[in-house]
Each structure stands twice: as structure tokens, then as C-alpha cells.
């Protein structure tokens, strides 16, 4: 069931299996992470109980992929001009700035000038 006790899940994240000892299992591969909240419900008979509400989550593993580089270059220092001819360019892309160890699973999708 979902956190609030009453409605059924649909998530793909925890399965519990149909016989006893009823071992739940979670999924440990889910690259973008996830959080979910359940309950259990358990029955002996016709008779009832119902868990508290838990909450189970995976951090992304994206998270530990995408890393700032240390000393991506030396400073750079540019003159004033009141005429400017060109831009100047600082870096190749983000990877100037990062160093991705997974870009096939967690590729960088956007980047921002803070």
C-alpha cells in the first residue's frame, strides 16, 4: 500500500514476496534514485494488521558521477577594449569545468553561469 495506509501501490521500487517469510526486496539499480512511501498490510485468516507508515529511498547515481575538476586552467586576464572584435573564449564545453565517469547512464543536460 502507499504511505497514506489505504490506496494500492503501483510502484516497481519494493516487491514483497507471495510466500512465507514474505522477503521484500528493493531496487538497488534505479540510476536516477527514487523515493517512495509504504505500508504493509499482513492478514492471518480473515484478520488484518496494518503497518506504520516507512519511507524507502535510493540517492541517485548520478549524484557521484559528475565531479569539479580541481584547477581547471590558470586565471585568465583579459584587456579592456571600448572595441570588442571578438569573444574570447574560456573553455572547451563543460568538460573544462567536470570530469563525468558515466556519461552513457548520467549524461550532463544542462549547465549555467551562476
Same mark, same amino acid.
Given at each position: 500500500? @502507499?504511505?497514506? =495506509?489505504?490506496?494500492?501501490? &503501483? $510502484?516497481?521500487? +519494493?516487491?514483497?514476496?507471495?510466500?512465507? *517469510?514474505?522477503?521484500?526486496?528493493?531496487?538497488? #539499480?534505479?540510476?536516477? /534514485?527514487?523515493?517512495? /512511501?509504504?505500508?504493509?498490510?499482513?492478514?492471518? /485468516?480473515e484478520?488484518?494488521?496494518? $503497518?506504520?507508515?516507512? @519511507?524507502? $529511498? #535510493?540517492?541517485?547515481?548520478?549524484?557521484?558521477?559528475?565531479?569539479?575538476?580541481? %584547477?581547471?586552467? $590558470? *586565471?585568465?586576464?583579459? %584587456?579592456f577594449?571600448a +572595441?570588442?572584435?571578438?569573444?574570447?573564449?574560456?573553455?572547451? /564545453?563543460?568538460k &573544462?569545468?567536470?570530469?563525468?565517469?558515466?556519461?552513457?547512464? =548520467?549524461? +550532463?543536460?544542462?549547465?549555467? +553561469?551562476?
Amino acid at each position: 500500500m @502507499k504511505e497514506d =495506509c489505504k490506496t494500492p501501490s &503501483t $510502484s516497481k521500487n +519494493v516487491k514483497i514476496e507471495d510466500k512465507w *517469510p514474505f522477503k521484500i526486496t528493493t531496487d538497488q #539499480q534505479s540510476i536516477l /534514485g527514487y523515493e517512495d /512511501g509504504f505500508c504493509l498490510e499482513c492478514f492471518i /485468516g480473515e484478520d488484518k494488521t496494518i $503497518s506504520k507508515p516507512f @519511507k524507502l $529511498s #535510493q540517492t541517485s547515481k548520478c549524484l557521484t558521477t559528475l565531479n569539479a575538476k580541481k %584547477d581547471p586552467f $590558470s *586565471p585568465v586576464y583579459f %584587456d579592456f577594449s571600448a +572595441v570588442i572584435l571578438d569573444k574570447h573564449n574560456i573553455g572547451n /564545453g563543460y568538460k &573544462t569545468f567536470f570530469k563525468n565517469t558515466d556519461d552513457i547512464n =548520467c549524461p +550532463v543536460d544542462k549547465c549555467e +553561469v551562476l
